[in-house]
């Protein structure tokens, strides 16, 4: 024992006193170390017995009230029965089957005048799923294909349908004339009036891409039935005279653009020549060439 102690000291530089406190403390931390892995070992061997738990499980079994799962899906009955989709209403389509969202995009395609033709233009319509579209395929009241026309037209039915193929001024049409368009309901036709007024009148067809909500598709069709007379007297923003507010009521013109001519003017005096504009630093060739014949130096 002596020998032991005296090798630690000389190991740990130790004293005899923290020799003898160290040969004390070193048997407790391993006893410390092994006791709760032992205890672990020992209570896992060790059978338990489930009798009481059993016995309350029973009892709240015995309790239990069993009954059939709701599918809160199915709470809405399916019924099939024929139908158009150009008439048919939202309740009837869902009753059909229809989700809420599809739905309601049927009622959206056919508020901007767009027509089922046969049976297969639903499956055109996004989110169509094709097991719904083949349930109820025999319930569709539509052709299955394009019916051709086996009569001959007659004279007044060339009257009443010459109207419709001949082209309209885009800048002198209303309501009632754009929503004949395949694709233009109400709101985009009042939208491409708004935006007629706010530039002062077309000078090309080909900013009937710039009005929102109006797709590649319709401007093709306004193409075919619609143009730009080269004589329409366009309405024109005197930049001498209007406010930097009525520059920026402008659709191509904007809040800053506005300010820099409003100081321009204060700086430099009324503009000589629509040309003048060029020398302001946010109007390059192009901008000046798309907004000049909007613009005119006197009233």
Same mark, same amino acid.
């Given at each position: 024992?002596?020998?032991?102690?005296?090798?630690?000291?000389?190991?740990?530089?130790?004293?005899?006193?923290?020799?003898?406190?160290?040969?004390?403390?070193?048997?407790?931390?391993?006893?410390?170390?092994?006791?709760?892995?032992?205890?672990?070992?020992?209570?896992?061997?060790?059978?338990?017995?489930?009798?009481?738990?059993?016995?309350?499980?029973?009892?709240?079994?015995?309790?239990?009230?069993?009954?059939?799962?709701?599918?809160?899906?199915?709470?809405?009955?399916?019924?099939?029965?024929?139908?158009?989709?150009?008439?048919?209403?939202?309740?009837?389509?869902?009753?059909?089957?229809?989700?809420?969202?599809?739905?309601?995009?049927?009622?959206?395609?056919?508020?901007?005048?767009?027509?089922?033709?046969?049976?297969?233009?639903?499956?055109?319509?996004?989110?169509?799923?094709?097991?719904?579209?083949?349930?109820?395929?025999?319930?569709?009241?539509?052709?299955?294909?394009?019916?051709?026309?086996?009569?001959?037209?007659?004279?007044?039915?060339?009257?009443?349908?010459?109207?419709?193929?001949?082209?309209?001024?885009?800048?002198?049409?209303?309501?009632?004339?754009?929503?004949?368009?395949?694709? @233009?309901?109400? #709101? *985009?036709?009042?939208? $491409?009036?708004? %935006? /007629?007024?706010?530039? +002062?009148? &077309?000078? !090309?067809?080909?900013?009937?891409?710039?009005?929102?909500?109006?797709?590649?598709?319709?401007?093709?069709?306004?193409?075919?039935?619609?143009?730009?007379?080269?004589?329409?007297?366009?309405?024109?923003?005197?930049?001498?005279?209007?406010?930097?507010?009525?520059?920026?009521?402008?659709?191509? @013109?904007?809040? #800053? *653009?506005?300010?820099? $001519?409003?100081? %321009? /003017?204060?700086?430099? +005096?009324? &503009?000589? !020549?629509?040309?003048?504009?060029?020398?302001?630093?946010?109007?390059?060739?192009?901008?000046?060439?798309?907004?000049?014949?909007?613009?005119?130096?006197?009233?």
């Amino acid at each position: 024992m002596n020998r032991l102690m005296a090798r630690i000291r000389a190991f740990f530089g130790l004293s005899r006193r923290e020799t003898r406190g160290f040969l004390i403390l070193l048997p407790l931390l391993v006893f410390s170390l092994f006791i709760t892995p032992s205890y672990r070992w020992w209570k896992a061997g060790q059978k338990r017995d489930f009798t009481k738990e059993n016995q309350e499980l029973d009892s709240l079994l015995a309790h239990w009230k069993w009954g059939e799962k709701k599918d809160s899906v199915n709470e809405i009955e399916i019924q099939l029965f024929k139908f158009n989709p150009n008439i048919a209403t939202e309740e009837d389509l869902t009753n059909l089957g229809f989700p809420s969202n599809l739905a309601n995009r049927i009622e959206n395609y056919r508020s901007k005048n767009g027509r089922f033709v046969i049976k297969s233009d639903l499956m055109k319509l996004y989110g169509m799923d094709s097991a719904l579209y083949a349930r109820l395929y025999p319930f569709i009241d539509l052709p299955i294909e394009t019916p051709t026309k086996t009569f001959q037209t007659t004279l007044s039915d060339k009257k009443q349908f010459s109207p419709s193929k001949e082209k309209f001024d885009l800048n002198l049409a209303d309501t009632t004339q754009l929503i004949r368009i395949y694709g @233009i309901g109400s #709101k *985009l036709s009042q939208r $491409i009036i708004k %935006y /007629r007024n706010a530039l +002062g009148g &077309f000078i !090309s067809m080909n900013q009937l891409h710039e009005v929102y909500g109006l797709d590649s598709i319709v401007v093709s069709e306004l193409n075919e039935k619609a143009f730009v007379s080269t004589d329409f007297q366009l309405v024109q923003i005197a930049i001498n005279s209007a406010t930097d507010k009525e520059l920026a009521a402008h659709p191509y @013109i904007s809040n #800053k *653009l506005a300010k820099a $001519i409003a100081a %321009y /003017r204060f700086q430099h +005096g009324n &503009f000589t !020549s629509l040309q003048d504009l060029t020398k302001i630093a946010l109007v390059d060739e192009v901008f000046y060439t798309k907004i000049k014949p909007y613009l005119t130096l006197n009233p």
